[in-house]
């Protein structure tokens, strides 16, 4: 099969990525246990977390095993399924979960570990595709918190000093703060200036660094008067998800009312292009890769 695959990560994972049209199947794609699905991909979509982990030193030859395939996002059709829920020709999209990937090939099993869902007709592969990581994490940051009227910021670099000023100035309560950026602790520290008593503070970082840690763990031990532990916070980690999570995000597709923005679309042959433009940190929508 088609496949995107490395051996080593030595000097970033866009150097020894290296295509194949005669890569394994996947394990079980021949006889399928319980609950099992084949799936035939038609596009990929990629994250940091396909880099971060497969360059950590040491530990990547422990997390994974070689010759490797990158990808989580993915949607494609249904080949073969031993689940009740699917049946062959179905358009599906879903997420593997690391250390497993994988969604950078032609075929993919999914297990009952990992979420697989029917897709609408009106829903694009390529839009579906994107959604894996990034609506869940959309979706589990926001939808529990929220109610309708409820107001919402959403912070993706703003929280310099310019923006929290300009957020007192405002004079705008909000009911949820997700913080997409918590390497600075400030936004929350004087987050009473802009959350509601009663209002919730999501923190998600990419950068799983000791700073963010520390500055993390910092804010939540220290006293109320002096900005920590004001409100009810939470550190997101995101989960596989649930086929009831993942129905939401593609009704919200099938309605119109999600709509991922898509920077480029790479051919598998060039999905190590695809990681240095994601490694640049100057992209501006998903990229995605045609497998």
Not at 55 to 62: G, H
Not at 153 to 166: A, E, F, M, V, Y
Request: hydrophobic share 40%; proline share 7%.
């Amino acid at each position: 099969m088609k496949a995107s695959q490395w051996k080593s990560t030595s000097g970033g994972i866009e150097k020894r990525l290296k295509y194949t049209t005669s890569a394994e199947l996947p394990k079980h794609a021949h006889n399928l246990p319980p609950d099992h699905t084949l799936v035939k991909v038609a596009y990929a979509s990629i994250n940091p977390a396909d880099y971060k982990l497969a360059e950590i030193p040491l530990v990547n030859r422990f997390l994974f095993k070689t010759p490797a395939t990158p990808g989580i996002d993915y949607a494609g059709t249904v080949v073969a399924t031993t689940s009740p829920h699917l049946k062959p020709g179905d358009r599906v999209l879903g997420k593997t979960q690391p250390p497993a990937f994988g969604a950078t090939a032609e075929y993919l099993v999914i297990t009952p570990a990992y979420s697989c869902v029917a897709l609408p007709d009106e829903v694009e592969l390529e839009q579906a595709a994107c959604v894996g990581v990034a609506g869940l994490t959309a979706y589990q940051s926001i939808a529990p918190f929220v109610k309708l009227g409820s107001k919402v910021l959403i912070n993706g670099g703003s929280g310099g000093r310019t923006g929290r000023r300009s957020l007192k100035r405002s004079g705008v309560q909000y009911d949820l703060i997700v913080d997409n950026v918590f390497e600075e602790p400030q936004l929350y520290w004087q987050a009473h200036h802009y959350l509601k008593p009663s209002g919730v503070y999501i923190s998600i970082t990419s950068k799983f660094t000791i700073r963010s840690i520390v500055n993390l763990a910092g804010v939540l031990a220290l006293p109320r008067w002096l900005g920590g532990g004001s409100h009810t916070s939470k550190f997101l980690v995101v989960s596989n998800g649930t086929q009831d999570e993942f129905q939401a995000v593609t009704k919200l597709m099938k309605e119109g009312k999600v709509k991922v923005p898509i920077e480029e679309i790479f051919p598998l042959e060039k999905l190590g292009d695809a990681y240095i433009r994601l490694k640049s940190g100057r992209t501006r929508g998903k990229l995605v890769i045609r497998i």
